[in-house]
């Protein structure tokens, strides 16, 4: 009995479903002095569904760096991402926040300006 080795995937399925699936963006939380640890965290734990203290680690980074990549996924997803973020509303412990915090999209494969 011979054996024969088979691919799991011939050259171009896999260049389509990488071009497809290729493009993912990082969601990244921008800082800023009108929003406060819970306020971040509770607004990553209400979102993303993250556990509390994920949500924290987020809110020391945000805090540290000045900015944290909370997800990374297809545009679509990273848009709709970037506008829940962005419409979250002022954080109510701060009488000076105005509203939400920021958000912007990068590409996942630049991490140089991550």
């Known amino acids: 009995m011979s054996s024969t080795v088979v691919p799991a995937e011939t050259p171009s399925v896999q260049g389509t479903d990488q071009e497809q699936h290729g493009k ?20 990553l734990q ?9 949500a ?14 909370v997800i990374t996924c297809e545009l679509p997803e990273a848009e709709f991402a970037r506008d829940q973020i962005q419409s979250y ?17 990068l590409p996942a494969g630049n991490t140089a300006l991550v």
């Not at 209400?46 to 994920?54: C, I, Q, S």
């Not at 509303?89 to 999209?105: E, Y």
Request: aromatic content about 8%.
């Open 24 to 43: 993912l963006f990082h969601v990244v939380l921008l800082d800023d002095d009108e929003h406060t640890y819970e306020y971040v965290i509770e607004m």
């Open 89 to 105: 509303g002022a954080d109510p412990r701060m009488p000076k926040s105005k509203g939400s915090m920021s958000a912007i999209l």
């Open 56 to 69: 924290f680690q987020h809110a020391v980074e945000v805090d540290q760096t000045g900015r944290t990549i």
């Open 46 to 54: 209400k979102l993303f569904l993250l556990p509390e203290a994920v």
